[in-house]
Structures are given as C-alpha cells and as structure tokens.
C-alpha cells in the first residue's frame, strides 16, 4: 500500500500562487506516475497534471501555461506550483499515484488517492 499525504493548500486571491506538496509513503516501488486530480462542486473530476518518475509531464488544457508539476524523487514528493490562479481553479486538490504498470495515466483511475487539500481562489 502507498500513503499519501497532501500540504499547501489555502485561500488565494485572482491571480496568486499556491504551491502544493504530496509525500507518499508505503510501497513506493509499486508506484510510477504521480499527479494531481481536482474536484470542484458540481463539476467533473479532472486530471490536472502527472508526471512520471523519468519526469515526463501532462496537464489539462485548462492549467497549461500557468501550473507546473514537479518530484523529487529522493523524497518521495510531488509538487505543484500554481500560478495566475483564477476562481474556475478553486477546487478540493487530490495527489495520486498509479501502479507501476501504468503507462499511459490519462483517463486511467489512480491506484491511489490522497485525502484532498481545498484551494479556494477569490476574485
């Protein structure tokens, strides 16, 4: 089993930065791409960002330009930098992690959720 545990989020306002952080623990050799999920009210869950162990990258249309994921594979960390954020991002925040033997992430259930950090953007 992989645990994972989220930090950062908070109250912004239009046009601020928020840096979340996901340690995961557990089973990490069981694990490759990591990512963020987001759920708003009313609306569809979605894939906001993955990267893989090697680094490779996805974003959502929506957060292009303006989010980057990171890791740190040392610690066992993902990273996402928000910036230029807008009220559509506000939204409870899940990392994620998928079984090693996921390739290709996108439209693929995560193996693993965190507990959900709130990122409320005011305008």
């Known amino acids: 089993q992989v645990q994972l545990v989220e930090s950062g989020g908070g109250l912004v306002q239009a046009g601020g930065s928020l840096r979340l952080s996901c340690a995961a623990s557990?089973?990490?050799?069981?694990?490759?791409?990591m990512g963020w999920h987001r759920q708003a009210p009313e609306k569809q869950r979605e894939l906001v960002a993955s990267i893989t162990s090697g680094g490779t990258t996805t974003y959502a249309d929506s957060v292009k330009g303006r989010f980057t994921i990171s890791r740190d594979n040392a610690k066992n960390t993902v990273y996402l930098q928000m910036n230029s954020l807008k009220p559509e991002d506000t939204a409870v925040y899940y990392c994620n992690a998928w079984d090693r033997r996921v390739i290709v992430v996108v439209n693929r259930t995560p193996n693993y959720w965190g507990q959900g950090t709130q990122v409320t953007v005011s305008s």
């Open positions: 557990g089973s990490i050799f069981s694990i490759n791409a």
